[in-house]
């Protein structure tokens, strides 16, 4: 296995289990620290979490794989998600995604050439009141912090 948590990640991973009745219990917390250590969970990520939580590799791969929150591959520096459930959808969401998949050149979950943008529909971010939204980045981006847009529109931000 070649992906290991740094010591300041590894301090992380106790104060976290410590948390938990038993180890297992820890699985989605500690897949976000491997986001965050990583830039997103691959395989031998998923191996890797499993053989600290003894849990079987695979069974670490249907959860990472079940929750949208989990990049499964490295994403760009801005990553876009754009929201289409119902409050979004029916108030322009999917124009939006259609708008940017044709701005940057790319499909759903696609990142750039540069490298700079993933775009990914995704299915809440919590605005139903002030729907469609647009979140740049997550709580894992340790670099660039999260920013909000609700009350979209393609005419919102088209100069």
């Not at 191996?47 to 490295?74: C, R, W």
């Not at 993933?118 to 002030?130: I, N, P, S």
Request: glycine letters at 6%; one cysteine or more.
């Amino acid at each position: 296995m070649s992906l290991a948590f740094s010591d300041a990640a590894m301090r992380r991973f106790e104060k976290i289990v410590s948390r938990y009745p038993n180890k297992q219990a820890a699985l989605l917390p500690v897949l976000h620290l491997a986001q965050e250590e990583f830039g997103y969970v691959p395989p031998e990520a998923m191996e890797y979490v499993g053989s600290l939580l003894d849990v079987a590799p695979i069974k670490v791969q249907h959860v990472a794989t079940f929750y949208t929150m989990y990049n499964l591959k490295p994403v760009g520096r801005y990553h876009v998600q754009v929201c289409t459930n119902i409050a979004c959808y029916l108030t322009g969401g999917p124009e939006i995604l259609a708008h940017l998949k044709r701005k940057l050149g790319v499909e759903n979950k696609g990142t750039t050439a540069d490298g700079l943008f993933t775009l990914e529909e995704v299915e809440c971010l919590a605005a139903c009141g002030t729907a469609p939204a647009i979140q740049v980045n997550d709580k894992t981006d340790r670099e660039w912090p999260i920013v909000y847009h609700e009350n979209q529109s393609v005419a919102s931000r088209t100069p």
